[in-house]
């Protein structure tokens, strides 16, 4: 049984997720054939559905993470920090963004731009797991998404309330 199911409201089920994966992978190798994609997870967030959607990419995959923070109680993309940075040179790459969720959309929206312009990525794409249309901030492309949802804080399947809740199988609606 799910721990302190009392305070969860289940938002996607577990099966509804491998499902999606297994969708998302195809279109994914769909569009990079055989060619070979770089394939940068945002930590912590989107460690689980990067491990689950490679798995379902039929073409050449490196894997690297990045570490992004950002202030909370500001909207400034200034206050946008990288805290852990590539360990692949990705200089003429095609390059798969995998990100947890996206909320805002500054983070998506500096790491584009941080890929092309400092680290000369030749084309970023990028795969969020979760989207929340009616929260963006700026105008950001997403290539590829899971699952639209609304202004509702989530949690599980890498995604956290406070460091914990990351290796629940499922996406929940979190009530204090
Ligand atoms: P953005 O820059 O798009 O506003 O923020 C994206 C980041 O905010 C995500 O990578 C994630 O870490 C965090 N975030 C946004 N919405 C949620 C949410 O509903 N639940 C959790 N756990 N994190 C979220």
Not at 34 to 41: A, E, P, R
Not at 140 to 166: A, P, T
Request: proline share 2%; net charge negative; charged share 25%.
């Amino acid at each position: 049984m799910p721990k302190n199911i009392k305070n969860f409201q289940i938002l996607i089920s577990e099966e509804e997720i491998a499902r999606r994966i297994i969708g998302l992978g195809q279109e994914i190798s769909g569009f990079y054939n055989d060619n070979s994609v770089i394939v940068i997870g945002v930590l912590k967030g989107s460690f689980i559905f990067l491990a689950d959607l490679v798995r379902r990419i039929n073409s050449d995959v490196h894997i690297d993470f990045v570490g992004i923070s950002s202030y909370a109680g500001t909207q400034s993309t200034q206050d946008i920090k990288l805290t852990r940075d590539l360990s692949i040179n990705v200089e003429g790459k095609n390059v798969l963004v995998v990100e947890d969720i996206i909320d805002t959309g500054l983070t998506i929206s500096y790491l584009q731009k941080y890929l092309v312009e400092k680290k000369g990525a030749r084309e970023v794409k990028t795969a969020a797991f979760l989207s929340k249309p009616l929260a963006r901030k700026t105008t950001c492309v997403v290539d590829w998404v899971g699952f639209e949802i609304g202004n509702e804080f989530v949690i599980g399947y890498g995604l956290d309330y406070n460091e914990r809740y990351r290796e629940l199988p499922y996406i929940a609606i979190y009530k204090e």
